[in-house]
């Protein structure tokens, strides 16, 4: 049987994380469920936030975990593929913008050539 390039969630693998650093576990829960309250940020929009976040840094657990709280917050199946564009049109503006290193380049080593 072939093995799963991500193995799925499960209570055993957050048992032996909170067992292995419960310190750190509880720190970390804390943590996100304070960034996730409502705040100057209503919750189902943070939740978007982190969908195209999650496409961005491409964790599947994140995309199925956000997107899951994301509809469950309210937010429509549209707005959460709006997200997921916008996180697209990041992820390629920075690769546009970054072209900029590769023509640097080129003008330099092109100017070292000729001189």
Not at 18 to 35: C, G, Y
């Amino acid at each position: 049987m072939e093995h799963p390039m991500y193995p799925a969630s499960s209570v055993e693998a957050a048992r032996k994380r909170k067992e292995l650093t419960p310190q750190t576990s509880a720190a970390f829960r804390a943590f996100s469920e304070s960034v996730f309250a409502e705040g100057a940020l209503p919750a189902k929009m943070k939740q978007l936030i982190a969908v195209a976040v999650a496409h961005v840094t491409q964790c599947p657990y994140c995309i199925r975990g956000h997107t899951a709280q994301a509809l469950r917050d309210g937010a429509t199946e549209q707005e959460l593929m709006e997200a997921i564009w916008v996180a697209a049109e990041m992820r390629a503006g920075g690769a546009y913008a970054h072209s900029n290193l590769a023509i640097d380049t080129m003008n330099q080593v092109r100017a070292r050539q000729s001189g």
